[in-house]
């Protein structure tokens, strides 16, 4: 099969498809790989290297998918690369569809086979594609949101985790699944007083278990929720629903219950965000503020941390793209059932419920 690698366009985007590594890999087993040029400097890897590694450094983005059988990306393709995508070509990468009926639609058109990284699953139901990715924006949640906090950010001018005499900062973190779990034991590490919230009571018993004294957990209600903003400094919102758009838990009236300057790091702004004031930021310009509220809603939180992002995502990633490049897509989704729940549109039809009712199709 011949693997396209483009160079990814997303406002501050670092991140890259395929490592050296994994071109090494593919090109052993006979396939044969494109990248282009300078796709990989944001992550630290050179043309050289990805040359050493077999690959074959085309110049433009153009060329990348006129060539290629297969896309190999980060985040989902945007507006100008819509007419570059050809009619059976695999495009396997993130997408969120539910947040973007463009983005849908074009998909739609396209007669393209769409494989998204965030709903392949597992039959224990975990995500493992968008896991690796899901943990670095919760720890990233709580440093974006601990800078944020400072008053010539905007925010109230608390440190997160107090000093001796001085009371740490409350955080609360709405969603007790990876990146919720993974932004608790950050917020706690640094000394904060943390509330995790869930409506899964199986999964709140476990956090009790395993989180230290500082967090407490608490079953997630509209009342808990409201009870909570009035003292809280930081909230972080970490709720997934699989590939379908996320609850608003926080309106737009609840912001007058919170203090001037309290930070607000929406982790699911890529499924619609579950804060409703919340709108896709960039890295260039993270946030905005509402009613004295700092909110944080960049949508490709880990693209800030490419070295580390790439290869947490890669490493996950490369045995799927293997079993696609050799079997196909169709027998690799007959074989793999995780591969399978995550083949979203192929033949111009939609085939996930849960973006499918976001948009009524």
Same mark, same amino acid.
């Given at each position: 099969?011949?693997?396209?690698?483009?160079?990814?366009?997303?406002?501050?985007?670092?991140?890259?498809?395929?490592?050296?590594?994994?071109?090494?890999?593919?090109?052993?087993?006979?396939?044969?790989?494109?990248?282009?040029?300078?796709?990989?400097?944001?992550?630290?890897?050179?043309?050289?290297?990805?040359?050493?590694?077999?690959?074959?450094?085309?110049?433009?983005?153009?060329?990348?998918?006129?060539?290629?059988?297969?896309?190999?990306?980060?985040?989902?393709?945007?507006?100008?690369?819509?007419?570059?995508?050809?009619?059976?070509?695999?495009?396997?990468?993130?997408?969120?569809?539910?947040?973007?009926?463009?983005?849908?639609?074009?998909?739609?058109?396209?007669?393209?086979?769409?494989?998204?990284?965030?709903?392949?699953?597992?039959?224990?139901?975990?995500?493992?594609?968008?896991?690796?990715?899901?943990?670095?924006?919760?720890?990233?949640?709580?440093?974006?949101?601990?800078?944020?906090?400072?008053?010539?950010?905007?925010?109230?001018?608390? %440190?997160?985790?107090?000093? &001796? $005499?001085?009371?740490?900062?409350? /955080?609360? *973190?709405?969603? =007790? @699944?990876?990146?919720? +779990?993974?932004?608790?034991?950050?917020?706690?590490?640094?000394?904060?007083?943390?509330?995790?919230?869930?409506?899964?009571?199986?999964?709140?018993?476990?956090?009790?278990?395993?989180?230290?004294?500082?967090?407490?957990?608490?079953?997630?209600?509209?009342?808990?929720?409201?009870?909570?903003?009035?003292?809280?400094?930081?909230?972080?919102?970490?709720?997934?629903?699989?590939?379908?758009?996320?609850?608003?838990?926080?309106?737009?009236?609840? %912001?007058?219950?919170?203090? &001037? $300057?309290?930070?607000?790091?929406? /982790?699911? *702004?890529?499924? =619609? @965000?579950?804060?409703? +004031?919340?709108?896709?930021?960039?890295?260039?310009?993270?946030?905005?503020?509402?009613?004295?509220?700092?909110?944080?809603?960049?949508?490709?939180?880990?693209?800030?941390?490419?070295?580390?992002?790439?290869?947490?995502?890669?490493?996950?990633?490369?045995?799927?793209?293997?079993?696609?490049?050799?079997?196909?897509?169709?027998?690799?989704?007959?074989?793999?059932?995780?591969?399978?729940?995550?083949?979203?549109?192929?033949?111009?039809?939609?085939?996930?419920?849960?973006?499918?009712?976001?948009?009524?199709?």
């Amino acid at each position: 099969m011949i693997i396209g690698v483009p160079k990814e366009i997303k406002i501050q985007e670092f991140r890259v498809g395929l490592t050296p590594a994994g071109v090494q890999g593919l090109t052993a087993n006979g396939h044969q790989v494109y990248v282009q040029a300078s796709a990989g400097e944001g992550s630290g890897l050179s043309d050289a290297q990805y040359i050493e590694a077999g690959a074959h450094i085309l110049a433009t983005a153009v060329e990348v998918y006129a060539t290629a059988d297969m896309i190999v990306k980060v985040k989902e393709p945007l507006a100008v690369e819509f007419p570059l995508i050809k009619k059976n070509q695999i495009l396997f990468t993130y997408f969120h569809f539910a947040a973007s009926r463009e983005l849908t639609s074009a998909m739609l058109s396209s007669d393209a086979v769409c494989i998204a990284y965030e709903t392949v699953e597992l039959a224990d139901r975990s995500l493992p594609l968008l896991t690796p990715m899901s943990e670095v924006a919760g720890r990233m949640a709580i440093q974006v949101g601990a800078f944020y906090l400072g008053k010539p950010q905007g925010g109230k001018g608390k %440190l997160l985790g107090g000093v &001796p $005499g001085v009371k740490p900062a409350n /955080v609360l *973190v709405l969603g =007790g @699944g990876v990146v919720g +779990t993974q932004a608790a034991k950050m917020a706690a590490g640094l000394g904060a007083n943390v509330i995790i919230m869930d409506t899964n009571l199986a999964r709140l018993r476990y956090l009790d278990e395993v989180m230290p004294a500082n967090v407490s957990t608490q079953f997630s209600t509209s009342y808990a929720i409201q009870e909570a903003l009035p003292s809280v400094d930081l909230v972080v919102g970490a709720v997934l629903l699989h590939g379908a758009k996320a609850p608003h838990l926080i309106k737009r009236d609840d %912001l007058k219950k919170m203090a &001037p $300057g309290t930070v607000l790091v929406d /982790v699911a *702004v890529d499924q =619609g @965000g579950c804060i409703e +004031t919340c709108k896709p930021t960039t890295h260039e310009n993270p946030i905005y503020e509402i009613d004295g509220i700092v909110h944080y809603c960049v949508a490709n939180m880990p693209g800030a941390v490419p070295q580390t992002s790439t290869m947490a995502l890669t490493q996950a990633t490369l045995p799927y793209v293997h079993l696609l490049a050799n079997l196909g897509w169709t027998e690799a989704c007959i074989q793999n059932e995780a591969l399978n729940k995550g083949l979203t549109i192929y033949d111009g039809k939609l085939f996930h419920p849960g973006v499918a009712a976001t948009f009524n199709l």
